[in-house]
């Protein structure tokens, strides 16, 4: 064989080995402004390998590119001279990234807009987990826990901290913050352990709980203290909104955003727990429509096509109470048809039930939604795990029996060539979050992550941020750029793809998200125009 | 749909899922004494997951079946009361484990029984990599070169310790030892010494050495100090023989292990450095020779049918310089066809040449082979790596564009869906090592790994240990307890496959391989017998 021969033959064993890609058609039609903005986005990233990712810092060791989130971000570093913002970074800030398909709301916006609205209502009241007053001893460990209650209760305590202080106390809020004890850091102190207990911080995600079960136990306790905040309506509202601005800012133009409709009724703004699910979609609807019209006003109607809701409840609850759940979810659909995008049940799937326990409510649920003729498919989490044949990646199987339209998370299906291809014949999409598999786990960091597999078999990728209020990654750009940093077969052509394909696999109806990606191709074309003119060098 | 219907439709799509199976064959057709040997090890492993790997100990944290070998081992513990040796484990020992087909054979045998070799041998002469004499502040990092000398140097300094020491000095092993600083240990810290420098430990491999990159750098240096010793003719030939005995003694019956010949002649028993390569290969043959005739006088023929070794150099020379190493083991073959097994290069995919530097002296190595009528397949390095697309990546494509019989590691594949599928359908079987790939940092633990998904590609897998002496994992029992420990698919009967498959794609002649697969048989269903008769629960 001639060395002509060989390296003709080498180009074809590649073109074949990546046939199934999706990124395929753009990379076979690309504007000259793509092919230089692809370029740019290269010799940026090769250069930043040399001058960023090369070279251990002070505080930080094994500086790597795609390492570890919480310590390795070039924004969120704990050492604020260990890394600059890198430029790669900021062409991710700046790229339209379509779809926001896995996020669950209740861990979407930035935790201190939460704290600020928090200490604007004075109705709020705070308790502690701690069977005792908190203390230097117990801080670490205990969670605040919030609630609106109408009626100042008169606690025996001042403090969360008092000597006589026990844990059914709740205490207003503004009050135990203002007598926290000062050895503790007095309202300061107490500010910074109510914002640490709603995130996991490094030492735990790599060090302590360095595990898939022990950092879902720390994960749910984030939820603890902010549950109670979420659930009172005023602020529900204000944090929607949140959500979708930060969101629009990073340069997602739609999303589809899960709610966990556990709990049956919100708290209305007098400390009544009474506001019923069909009043969360009423609150929702109103805000996605101011939104859109202060937008139009600006000029700024590209920018956001809406939001729909995924409707959840948890994988804890029995087969008869799920049915309470689908029976609701239709009846949402039927009042608000344009809101709600389908149903999902979560949970650590390593510990919660196996979708096994919920084939018979779930098979009804299809039925009935058939027989109503609704558009409200299942859109469920499966395979998030590390486990070979466990309960969590065998629920991959009957996600895609159940004829699931997309798969939350989908970490495990690489393990399982039939499901690719039914995935890849079928048009369901994975919903991949990169960081948030990192964090809780499932991968080291982000080379060993099997996200290049999934797009070699040619499966419909959706990048998502799923906690990001909980992991620090507010927006997709950090999962965007934790991808593409990663990888050197992934250029911007490649992201490109993911972002397009976020609204192609959405619940939007043909006619909107037409209108979408065409939109998107618009914003996307003036991106590449403009990355394409940078220098690399400089 | 019917539950009914459901679940058989379900069970279908696992069938198909796992149609590709290499060791579907063997599960459709089990005796009865494998099924109940194949419970009795899930039994076992389901005891275990909760007696032994559900709880953290004092000394290692964040304990989980399949965890970091060198905190997580059963028997090499730095915690000796953390985890008693476990059944499982116990199960794998007795376990007939077919060939090793992958192992570089100066880092297979025992280093403390290297150690004892070497004190033996009054002509060897010890030097330290430091500039100035080993202390205190320099001895974590100094590395200790050991040589032959015949003609006793008279060095300025008594001591590796002593102000006056330079690195060039070469002084007698054993008065170094003596008078090794009593500061540092004195001799027992000279052996504590030179043992630390030829293993990677875990504060290396799990802290300062987290990365792919730099555990590497570590790891080569482990063979500063076996080198020396290695490649003196009389250690040579008792490590060789130590090599086989241990590997009979762990149930491996056949070895390929791979020869580094980049170094073009060993020191005699006299200190000359004039021993070619085919003398490494009759005392390796006479070796071989020995112990058959050994175990046949005990009765114990089955346990050993030989071995053959893969010839290798390094991937840091010149394509040129390829040329006569190719040319030295056609040359080799010609004069012992039943040694030789194959070729190699060798060396750190990531930093070293990729093969695409040497497809002309690697194709011209194949015509030659070819026009000669030789039996002498390339049995390449590839894809031992992490990367996505660089060179370590890539050089998958080549090693099977230049018709490598096996691929060693071949840890990226599972990125490359056709490379998969012409592995599977051209019988290229994986030489995949788990605890090497985990402590030079490809994986974090063995649930990461993704030996899963070859097993559901259908590509032949054959276990092996690379480097057991470096990693403190002797045998391949270590290896097997890995993979059957983390994964809930992967049973007895799974590893039963991988051992025959270990046989089916050696190099051994048609004939010879039938006889040894048939001897594995043999010995396969009486180790079935004896794990049928355990009591799980015991």
Redesign the interface.
Known sequence: ?S?QD?YS??SD??S??R??RRDNIRLASLTEAEKRADKVVRDIRAAEETSVWNSDHESI??I?PGMEFLTGSPILSTSKEAIDATRLFKVMTKMPKGALLHAHLDATADKKFLWELALRHPILHVRATTPGPVSAANISSALPEFMPISEPQLSGALSLTDAGYSADKWIPLSQAREAFDPALGGPAGFDKWVLDSMVINPAEAY?????V??IWQKFVTTFRASTGLFLYRPIYNDYVRQFFLESIADGISYMEPRINFYTKFMFDASGEQNVPHREWLRDFDRIVKEIKEELKNEGREDEFFGAKIIYTTVRIITPEELQWYTEDCIALKQEFPHLIAGFDVVGDENVCRPLTDY??PL?AFNARVAELGLDLPLLLHAGET?????KA??NL??A??LGTKRIGHGFSI??????MDMCREQGIALEVCPISNEILR???SM??HPL??ML??GIPVALSSDDPAVFGSMGLSYDFFQVIV?????GLITLGQMARDSLEFSTLPTSEKEEAIASWERRWHRFVEEVASLDPSA
Chains 1, 2 share one sequence.
């Open positions: 064989m060395l060989y033959t080498r064993l590649i074949q080995d046939a199934r060791k094994n790597f060090g302590t709980h360095n595990t079960t022990k084939i018979a098979l590390l486990t070979d044949g466990g990646d065998t199987y009957d895609l029996l690489v393990k399982h060539p039939k499901l499932l991968t080291s080379p060993m290049p597999i070699n078999n990663s990888s050197e077969v992934t």
